[in-house]
T-cell receptor, first 117, second 111 residues
Framework: DSGVTQTPKHLITATGQRVTLRCSPR?????VYWYQQSLDQGLQFLIQ???????AKGNILERFSAQQFPDLHSELNLSSLELGDSALYFC????????????????FGPGTRLTVL | GNSVTQMEGPVTLSEEAFLTINCTYT??????LFWYVQYPGEGLQLLLK?????DKGSNKGFEATYRKETTSFHLEKGSVQVSDSAVYFC??????????FGTGTRLTIIP
């Protein structure tokens, strides 16, 4: 158990819908990362938050957005869903103290499997 | 940008065989290198890491050495077990903090 929790575990929805995925980082971790794992694209970085602020952006679609709340949990919002958004979405967290971040390990949650029908 | 090239799978070995999964990378600067493992139905777990050239990461009988001259971080294990069956991902992390992953190698060990 990494200490990172993600809910829900599975989500089945229809095209055009909107869903919210939730992540609670390990206690004390300030940084949260979202990754998408799909069969055709592999594991891709989507976005990172550090202490409530967006820190880095990867291959995240405009239909997707995220935020990190004052209690440090994060939500990933996916809207206007398409079949191709079906994937496993992972959240990871790391300590990332300000000013030193190159080598901190990222701990991954179990993932949310999204199926768009 | 950063990239990781990983040995294509799937790989099927008999129990107690020697394992090598190749990984090479392209990166600017001095990235940290990682191997993650994903067991069926589970999330990613860090298997081992190395943060500078010539470092050797090791865990659970697996080893990988950070070779800057060949930009490689090959994963090895001397004697695999059925319980090692999983998907293995090579990854790097540069100064921008995000992890860049290889495509993953599915390993199946048969008794």
């Amino acid at each position: 158990d990494s200490g990172v929790t993600q809910t829900p575990k599975h989500l089945i929805t229809a095209t055009g819908q909107r869903v919210t995925l939730r992540c609670s980082p390990r206690s004390g971790d300030l940084s949260v990362y979202w990754y998408q794992q799909s069969l055709d694209q592999g594991l891709q970085f989507l976005i990172q938050y550090y202490n409530g602020e967006e820190r880095a952006k990867g291959n995240i679609l405009e239909r997707f957005s995220a935020q990190q709340f004052p209690d440090l949990h994060s939500e990933l919002n996916l809207s206007s869903l398409e079949l191709g958004d079906s994937a496993l979405y992972f959240c990871a967290s790391s300590v990332d103290p300000a000013g030193f971040s190159s080598y901190n390990e990222q701990f991954f949650g179990p993932g949310t499997r999204l199926t768009v029908l | 940008g950063n990239s990781v090239t990983q040995m294509e799978g799937p790989v099927t070995l008999s129990e107690e065989a020697f394992l090598t999964i190749n990984c090479t990378y392209t990166a600017t600067g001095y990235p940290s290198l990682f191997w993650y493992v994903q067991y069926p139905g589970e999330g990613l777990q860090l298997l081992l890491k190395a943060t500078k050239a010539d470092d050797k990461g090791s865990n659970k009988g697996f080893e990988a050495t950070y070779r800057k001259e060949t930009t490689s971080f090959h994963l090895e294990k001397g004697s695999v077990q059925v319980s090692d069956s999983a998907v293995y991902f090579c990854a790097l992390r540069g100064g921008n903090e995000k992890l860049t992953f290889g495509t993953g190698t599915r390993l199946t060990i048969i008794p």
